[in-house]
């Protein structure tokens, strides 16, 4: 039993011997001590020798002395691992003990993410991004980590990292509308839209007044050829955006890939109430106005020669008549709007001549022959 005593006070003595090596800054004669207790049966077993072992090994990493660094490259994982051992000894949270431990860890986890946050801001971000690597293995769950691992990793070029931290960030519950659309358009780019909706559905229970997120979920179901959920999409874009001229344009062209040729005219119409100068919305009303017109003609032209025939070419002739009228301000519209257009060009000639205004027929017919040829 004496012997057994003596060793033990031996063993004791080598953490107290590692505690003040450790404040006297002489970290390898601390490393050495604390070695011996930590693998010796007396010690081994203790929460104090543990906690000691984190202290020394946390102030092995976190020196600014290259060569106290450089007596252990692991030491930040011993470190780790040592206090994570004494608060598992210790079993009871509420103990001195383990309350110190989970110190000794809290500090760990600062020192690794002011270590991120300094090389970020001195754009070292590989280095930063290791470091927040490092604050996550002591809280998996950070989301300050979490969040900055994934910054460090998209200015560090490497995108898939990144996108990985931002789902965990995600998956946590702190994601918002940015991360969100940054997760749709990486979805996107690697063309897989079964995931990327999933996550706009996610993001829309979160935000369901984003527009962002409601047009990538159309053009996706676009894409997809889902056009009747693509429209259904949209619209609630617009309610949600009735100024927003793009959108109704969109949905114009979304009707008009449905055939719906009333629900685009109505849409195209729209987005020129909010923006009368709006090129695309103006250009392709008036083709399916001018379309309108130009059918009608060609359906007359076909018609032969009988009693019949004749009347009705009289009634198609004049119904064209009144589309080419209907549809001459929106033409008008669309050539002001692109003046190098030959193809516009042409079109208002055609509604020109066919309303009766040949002056300003023939004036876009000089026009028309004074512009390059459209490749």
Not at 179 to 203: F, G, H, P, Q, R
Not at 280 to 304: C, H, K, M
Request: a negative charge; glycine letters at 4%.
């Amino acid at each position: 039993m004496c012997f057994g005593f003596v060793a033990t006070q031996a063993q004791n003595r080598a953490v107290n011997k590692a505690s003040n090596y450790l404040s006297s800054q002489k970290f390898a004669d601390a490393k050495e001590q604390i070695d011996m207790a930590v693998e010796h049966e007396k010690t081994r077993d203790k929460s104090k020798t543990w906690y000691t072992k984190g202290q020394v090994y946390s102030a092995i990493a976190f020196s600014e002395d290259e060569a106290t660094r450089n007596i252990d490259q692991n030491a930040f994982q011993e470190a780790l691992s040592a206090y994570k051992k004494a608060m598992e000894l210790e079993g009871k949270k509420d103990s001195p003990q383990y309350l110190l431990a989970e110190e000794g860890m809290d500090n760990l986890w600062r020192q690794k993410v002011n270590e991120g946050a300094n090389n970020y801001e001195a754009g070292n971000y590989e280095e930063s991004l290791e470091a927040f690597k490092r604050a996550l293995e002591v809280k998996p769950t950070d989301t300050l980590a979490t969040f900055y691992a994934g910054v460090a990793a998209q200015n560090a070029g490497d995108i898939d990292e990144a996108v990985s931290y931002f789902y965990k960030y995600e998956e946590i519950g702190n994601a918002d509308e940015q991360i969100y659309n940054m997760l749709i358009t990486y979805e996107v780019s690697k063309e897989n839209d079964e995931k990327a909706l999933e996550v706009i559905n996610k993001a829309q229970n979160k935000f369901p007044g984003n527009v962002d997120l409601t047009k990538h979920k159309y053009q996706i179901l676009l894409r997809q050829g889902k056009t009747d959920e693509a429209i259904k999409g949209l619209e609630e874009a617009v309610k949600a955006e009735a100024n927003n001229p793009d959108l109704y344009y969109n949905m114009g062209a979304l009707n008009e890939e449905a055939k719906n040729q009333e629900g685009a005219i109505k849409a195209y119409k729209s987005a020129l109430e909010v923006d009368p100068n709006h090129k695309n919305s103006a250009y392709n009303l008036a083709v399916i106005y001018y379309n309108r017109a130009a059918d009608l003609i060609r359906e007359a032209n076909a018609l032969g020669i009988s009693a019949a025939d004749r009347k009705k070419e009289k009634e198609l002739t004049a119904k064209a008549a009144a589309n080419f009228k209907e549809a001459l301000p929106y033409i008008e519209k669309a050539q002001s709007l692109n003046p190098g257009d030959r193809n516009l060009v042409q079109i208002l000639m055609v509604a020109y001549d066919r309303t009766g205004n040949h002056k300003k027929a023939d004036a876009m017919e000089k026009k028309l022959s004074s512009l390059p040829e459209q490749k």
